[in-house]
């Protein structure tokens, strides 16, 4: 039997996906992001409560009745900054627990290692001008290092630092070891605690090479050479529209597309809405359009593909009855954004005639919302909001109550309900030629 040219491109790619996901630092990455959702969803209901609650020009406290909530402000700010604001320390703390765990370490401390190391390669000055007098202030980490414009290079510290601690623990010279009376939690902590300064030590001396050598901070090269230069590309439409051709093309073959590019992915768009809930909270130009929010809300509908658009198709106009029956079993999940039932069930994965709209219908969609929310229609997102979310909801919630921002949603149903109703009419045609 033949092997035919979809099943040898299924085969190649799906053993360069295995190996992607395999690659120990890619699954430590994406686990740690993964713990990280909670935190920003929290901060960006911070924000949310202090824009449409507490604000006392456009949220509850305007009411009369209702302006002693205007006092409670603060709580949400506070919220919105312990999160948002240190969000570069959390997923060095998580990525340093994670790859530990691969090197069979267990416990916290390496996320206390990780954060110590990438501390140690930071400035703890901050110079800023009050009038025409520059000022020094010492003792301080300025804001820079802890959001997420600090996320690339701690990611790096974190994963250099627990890989040089779990080669260190490694060498028995370099172990305390303490009578057998030594209560045995006593005895595992002095036995890193060489490998833990020899760390940190290291890590310091090669932030201070950095700074010695080139004149600028680690923070400072990271940042523009790498983590700036990819914020740019995901920020504009191409890009983006790559990282879900690419997305949807695994999704096609069978395999998970969101996990594959997630480590890609997250740090880009996750560090993006976290900048627009900040400057929301503070008053400021919301700066990004594109958003984790923004692909859930424009690119996710329904799920990977905007499969709502299909599930709509197959109401109007399907005519199988297989099509059908998994149509009204999938509905219910559909509406809160999970589509593996359509995916697998329908199928979606390796039919060339629904791969086809489902590969295409997100891009345009995004298209639209990226045209529209550029010509100021549709409000930029500033509230990360859980992706289970049901649409045009998930886009009132995310830009804080924004109508141009559903009624753009709106409009991307409809158009992916069109994109898919051909292909939904050959699917009945090619059925009723099979009979």
Known sequence: MKTSFLDKMSDVLGNVANKINNLRYIMVIKNAFTQLIPVIITGAFGTLFSAMVFDSTNGLAKIKALS??????????????????????????????????????????????????????????????????????????????????????????????IELYSWLRKQDKLKIKMPDSVPSNVSVSFSSLIPTIFTVAIIAVFGFAVKAITGMYAYDIIYNVVQKPLEHIVQGLPGLLILMLIAQIFWVIGIHGNQMIKPIREPLLLAAIAVNTEAFEAGKEVPNIITMPFWDMYMSMGGSGVTIGLLIAIFLVGKREDMKEIAKLSAAPGIFNINEPVIFGMPIMLNPILAIPFILTPLVTGTIGYISTSLGFAAKAVVMVPWPMPPLVNGYLATAGDFGAVLTQLVCIIVSVLIYLPFVKVSNRMALENK
């Open 68 to 161: 002693f909530l205007a006092d409670l402000k603060p709580i949400a700010s506070s919220v919105s900054y312990v999160t948002l604001s240190f969000l570069t320390i959390y997923a060095v703390f998580l990525i340093g627990i994670e790859l530990a765990k691969l090197n069979n370490i267990s416990g916290a401390f390496a996320g206390i290692i990780a954060v110590m190391s990438y501390l140690s390669v930071n400035p703890t000055t901050y110079e800023f001008l009050d009038g025409d007098r520059s000022l020094l202030v010492e003792n301080v980490l300025a804001k820079q290092y802890s959001d997420t414009k600090g996320l690339f290079l701690g990611m790096f510290i974190a994963i250099v630092s």
